[in-house]
């Protein structure tokens, strides 16, 4: 993995016998203008950016609908990404990284001969065609310890709730005590479809998901013959990153703003994540290639986030210590237009005390910065948990301090956000979270301007100065 450097521009000039030098020198860079925030906000405008988002819309329905991981319209989306930014002048990489894909051929779910809904996470292990059958047993607590699987018996399916731990310690637990699958439920009485045990989990048995009310039904029929049917497999791919950087500013004290370029194969991923990628667009076009600022700027836009974060952790992990301690900081932007929009920032801080805990140190003065960058496009922001759940979470783990925006998922918007923002109350943020409807006819054109603007404002404010930022 190979990181982007700013040039350094270098005037070499050779006198021969006195001859005068004929080349001109390379012009100076331009001094850092403290007006550069303003006016980047000001130049940057969500219609802008809809002209990307609308690229991308046009990519996915000419490939198939959809810019997932390993086809031709990631590809296509990693083209045009790049390409733009080397029009506006950025010193562009695209680099490689391998990914492994998990694919479902089959996945089914029988209670005692009755067919019942099941999904399998992600990187289970695959069971044969004719699936794992036994009596269904019913793990204590959240399986989060081996003693949870104290009933489980070798040869059973077992049965666990989501939460508290990972996918992957539950799966192993029941492993552990000899059960040949394992069904989860889910928090939500939804299908659950956006867990993974992991590309990395040994000592896993094949593992699916129910929605809550199958799995509360299916927790009183312990003893049910059962049989799981999870037919997988794991494909290793080759993919890439774009990362741009200016020509322009200190090397040593790199900002960096990024997002996700790649869908859901289920859709085109119009608000997940093209609208993050539309607005680093935006900004970064206006911004231009050699802009007057104080500290080098560098987009980066992932490939294979949603199979696991994998384009920014092996973006991440690729780096020297040396190259990491050249970032100041990371933004991220995933889903900045969703159709009901709410208007999230990552509680850096912790101040809402809720899962995660704080950022790394500077984390709170990222936050402050979006939160005001936000007001001033005029709307109030609230926090949002610190999960590490996008691609800001191998920076976070690395130490680096981190914040982003987000206009919300499947979640519900409350009754006191409708009020404060508008759309609508015990409806999800985004109703078309990972599905085909992701496209550029459902996004909320107000929130993609209003997060163009406070991710504009936060990073030209950085580029210009991070003293806000404790020494690190
Ligand atoms: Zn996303």
């Known amino acids: ?45 969500g219609d802008g950016a809809l002209v990307h988002l609308t690229e991308l819309q046009r990519i996915a329905d000419a490939n198939g609908g959809n810019r997932a991981l390993g086809t031709p319209g990631y590809d296509a989306s990693v083209e045009y990404v790049a390409g733009t930014l080397r029009d506006a002048g950025y010193d562009v990489q695209t680099p490689t990284f391998s990914a492994r894909q998990f694919a479902v051929q089959q996945e089914q779910l029988a209670v005692e001969g009755e067919p019942v809904p099941v999904s399998a996470l992600g990187f289970s292990p695959t069971t044969g065609a004719g699936g794992v059958t036994g009596p269904l047993t019913v793990m204590a607590g959240e399986g989060c310890a081996p003693a949870d699987a104290s009933a489980v018996t070798p040869g059973s399916v077992a049965l666990v709730r989501r939460g508290t731990c990972t996918f992957a310690q539950k799966s192993a637990h029941a492993a552990g005590a000899g059960a040949v699958g394992l069904i989860v439920i889910n928090a939500e009485d939804t299908p659950l479809v956006d867990g993974t045990l992991g590309e990395a989990a040994t000592g896993v048995v094949p593992t699916g998901g129910v929605s809550r009310s199958t799995g509360d039904a299916l927790a009183a029929r312990a003893g049910a013959n059962v049989t799981l049917t999870l037919v997988t497999a794991v494909t290793e791919i080759q993919s890439r990153n774009v990362l741009a950087q200016t020509r322009t500013g200190n090397p040593d004290e790199v900002v960096v703003a990024g997002g996700h370029l790649d869908s859901v194969p289920e859709g085109p991923g119009v608000n997940d994540n093209g609208s993050g990628v539309a607005a680093l667009l935006e900004t970064a076009v206006r911004l231009g290639g050699s802009p007057p600022l104080t500290n080098a700027v560098r987009f980066a836009f992932w490939g294979a986030e949603e199979v696991g974060l994998v384009g920014s952790s092996a973006y991440v992990q690729g780096l020297s210590e040396e190259e990491r301690n050249r970032i100041a900081l990371y933004l991220n932007l995933d889903m900045v237009a969703s159709p009901n929009a709410g208007y999230l920032v990552y509680d850096g801080d912790d101040s809402e005390q809720e899962g995660a805990g704080p950022g790394p140190a500077g984390s709170a003065v990222i936050e402050r910065a979006l939160v005001e960058g936000l007001a001033a496009a005029g709307v109030t922001a609230a926090g949002t948990d610190f999960t590490g759940r996008s691609d800001y979470g191998p920076f976070i783990e690395a130490g680096i301090p981190a914040g982003g925006l987000f206009t919300g998922a499947e979640q519900l918007k409350t009754p006191e956000q409708a009020q404060r923002w508008g759309g609508t109350a015990g409806r999800p943020y985004d109703p078309c979270y990972h599905q085909a409807c992701d496209r550029l006819d459902t996004i909320d054109r107000t929130a993609l301007d209003r997060n163009t603007d406070a991710v504009a404002a936060a990073l030209a404010r950085f580029a210009l100065s991070t003293e806000e930022l404790p020494a690190g």
Do not use: H, I, K, Q
């Not at 982007?4 to 004929?22: M, Q, Y």
């Not at 850092?32 to 000001?42: F, I, K, M, Y």
């Open 1 to 45: 993995m190979r990181t982007v450097r700013a040039l350094v521009l270098v005037a070499v000039t050779t006198l021969a016998c006195g001859a005068p030098a004929t080349a001109p020198p390379p012009p100076a860079p331009p001094a850092p203008d403290p007006a550069l925030p303003s006016e980047l906000v000001a130049d940057v405008t």
